[in-house]
């Protein structure tokens, strides 16, 4: 009976922390740590894009630079044309003139909102860095209660075993509920116990019945 009765003990403390585990996999920390992951990968992606935007002003700026150098090239060449009177060669070079100074006008303007936006962007990826450390330093802060938490609690099943009853019930609760389950497998081993002994017994005696 005594066997019987540790592994039933056993059992119900086992169920215990199965109910506990399932908990802690819901705690902040398991959160956190998840909401951490999201967040360093969407950073990085972040950093990728932020790259690519001073590629693009990068561009930008080596197109301005051709397009400058072809305004001037082309406006020297006005003033040879009109000088020379070669009016057909003046009509071309204005027609360029004017094409290459739009295009200088407008990457100008792109290359300036180019840089009003990665100004922007680059303060922002930095805010998310600092979010992500920031998250990081709460993610140590919550490790420290939890290691805290997980030591107290093991040694309350020691020294205090009554307080980790009080996590599903207070103490008396649990031990009244125990209590009655094993009476009640006491009383079904000992009945089955008996049955199996009057069975043997009724077996018995049929066997002494025909012999006699």
Do not use: C
């Not at 009177?85 to 094409?99: I, K, N, Q, R, T």
């Not at 389950?181 to 049929?206: C, H, P, Q």
Request: proline residues 1%.
């Amino acid at each position: 009976m005594t066997t019987l009765w540790e592994r039933f003990k056993f059992a119900v403390a086992t169920d215990m922390d199965k109910v506990l585990t399932k908990r802690e996999e819901k705690n902040p920390i398991a959160l956190l740590n998840q909401y951490i992951t999201e967040a360093e990968k969407q950073t990085e992606t972040t950093g990728k894009w932020l790259e690519r935007q001073a590629q693009l002003t990068r561009k930008l700026e080596k197109e301005l630079a051709e397009a400058s150098a072809m305004l001037d090239k082309r406006t020297s060449q006005l003033e040879l044309a009109n000088a020379s009177g070669e009016s057909d060669l003046a009509d071309f070079a204005e027609m360029e003139v004017a094409a290459y100074s739009n295009r200088v006008a407008e990457l100008n303007a792109s290359i300036s909102e180019n840089f009003s936006e990665l100004n922007r962007l680059e303060q922002r990826y930095e805010e998310m860095k600092h979010k992500v450390k920031d998250m990081k330093v709460k993610q140590l802060q919550l490790m420290g209660k939890e290691n805290a938490t997980r030591a107290h609690y093991q040694m309350d099943k020691v020294l205090s075993p009554e307080l980790v009853a009080e996590r599903i019930g207070s103490y008396d609760d649990m031990a009244s509920y125990i209590k009655k389950l094993g009476t009640k497998i006491e009383d079904d081993y000992e009945r089955s116990d008996m049955e199996r002994r009057l069975e043997v017994l009724e077996k018995n005696s049929a066997k002494h019945q025909e012999i006699g």
